[in-house]
């Protein structure tokens, strides 16, 4: 799972990867995503704080909503939505990357027949809890999944807002690419014939991660390329408030995380895999900030016992720039089924 419209400016701090066309050359050194410290700081450390707010499930992504629904609810059916797509019901193996605390685990096996749900992450307090729970069939490992080596082939794969952790602080196209394209191939390589992989992502505009930040609302909703009229005053003022909001929740709430579009995910699956399915969502991701707003607000003193006041306020201050980011239009809830070629 990870944070919405959030630019992270941060510089990775792994080897960029030796590539030998699209693939990352076996035995050499090879970018593996947010390292195990960026994963502590937001899931173990902040996460107290998180744990709070989250709801019944502690879905840590996007929900999809419906009238009427409470936040457990449009969890739940978020849930279901993936486990659909993905055509995991009744699955003998399914793969959950980026598995938080298990609440895709358990509803596989316990509403839709799965008969092994393999979970991966990279924080060892997401595992634990998933662990104290004794659900049965579930299986969590502290496992990065470039490191993953299934024991068999797995029927479906799903991933919920991990695809933010992959490529790091990267500000070049290629490089992001080039490593989503390392896991869809492994993807390639995990699932039977024709088996799906279904994606949740925050996801930039369509224009991109620097257009996305700096152009007006009403530029990036005109039909088209962006226009060309001259930025105003006001334009440049927002846009440097936008910088220093993504500057800020890169350094003190995301590091080393960098939000892709759509377009980086198509072009790293190509050849690999066909996208069946698509839906951009952005109401779902500004009704799910707007709840966890809320319960934040409610909860921040108790937050502020765990992790401190100033680490309260950098997670309250990224949860209303990414709603803003989201009500602008500079980010979107992006969901793709992807299936093997």
């Keep these: 799972m990870s944070g919405n419209g959030k630019p992270a400016a941060s510089q990775p701090t792994h080897d960029t990867p030796t590539t030998r066309?699209?693939?990352?050359?076996?035995?050499?050194?090879?970018?593996?995503?947010?390292?195990?410290?960026?994963?502590?700081?937001?899931?173990?450390?902040?996460?107290?704080?998180?744990?709070?707010?989250?709801?019944?499930?502690?879905?840590?992504?996007?929900?999809?909503?419906?009238?009427?629904?409470?936040?457990?609810?449009?969890?739940?059916?978020?849930?279901?939505h993936h486990i659909a797509a993905a055509r995991a019901e009744g699955a003998e193996r399914v793969l959950d990357v980026g598995c938080g605390y298990g609440?895709?685990?358990?509803?596989?096996?316990?509403?839709?027949?799965?008969?092994?749900?393999?979970?991966?992450?990279?924080?060892?307090?997401?595992?634990?809890?998933?662990?104290?729970q004794g659900w049965p069939r579930c299986e969590v490992r502290v496992e990065n999944w470039f490191d993953h080596r299934p024991d068999g082939p797995y029927d479906a794969v799903i991933v919920i807002e991990a695809v933010e952790h992959f490529a790091g602080g990267t500000l070049w196209r290629s490089r992001r690419v080039a490593r989503y394209r390392e896991f869809f191939r492994r993807c390639h390589d995990w699932l039977?014939?024709?088996?799906?992989?279904?994606?949740?992502?925050?996801?930039?505009?369509?224009?991109?991660?620097?257009?996305?930040?700096?152009?007006?609302?009403?530029?990036l909703a005109a039909d088209g390329a962006p226009g060309r009229s001259r930025p105003t005053g006001r334009d440049a003022a927002a846009a440097v408030r936008n910088l220093r909001s993504g500057l800020h929740a890169s350094r003190t709430v995301f590091p080393e995380c960098f939000v892709p579009t759509r377009s980086e995910l198509a072009d790293a699956s190509a050849g690999l895999f066909r996208i069946v399915s698509e839906r951009r969502d952005p109401e779902d991701?500004?009704?799910?900030?707007?709840?966890?707003?809320?319960?934040?607000?409610?909860?921040?003193?108790?937050?502020?016992?765990?992790?401190?006041?100033?680490?309260?306020?950098?997670?309250?201050?990224?949860?209303?720039?990414?709603?803003?980011?989201?009500?602008e239009g500079r980010a979107t809830t992006l969901r793709l089924v992807f299936e093997k070629l």
């Design 285 to 327: 991701g500004i009704r799910t900030l707007g709840a966890w707003i809320e319960l934040a607000e409610e909860n921040q003193e108790d937050g502020a016992r765990l992790i401190g006041r100033r680490a309260v306020d950098d997670i309250q201050r990224e949860l209303r720039t990414s709603l803003r980011f989201l009500q």
């Design 103 to 132: 609440s895709l685990l358990h509803r596989m096996v316990e509403c839709h027949g799965v008969q092994r749900a393999v979970g991966l992450t990279l924080s060892p307090a997401e595992a634990a809890r998933v662990r104290a």
């Design 21 to 80: 066309g699209t693939s990352v050359e076996k035995g050499a050194s090879a970018y593996k995503g947010s390292s195990t410290k960026a994963i502590l700081h937001h899931y173990d450390y902040l996460g107290d704080f998180y744990r709070l707010f989250l709801g019944e499930d502690l879905v840590y992504s996007h929900a999809m909503w419906e009238a009427g629904d409470t936040l457990e609810a449009a969890q739940r059916r978020k849930l279901d």
């Design 192 to 219: 039977r014939p024709a088996g799906r992989l279904s994606v949740q992502a925050n996801a930039w505009s369509r224009y991109g991660w620097l257009a996305s930040v700096l152009l007006s609302p009403e530029r």
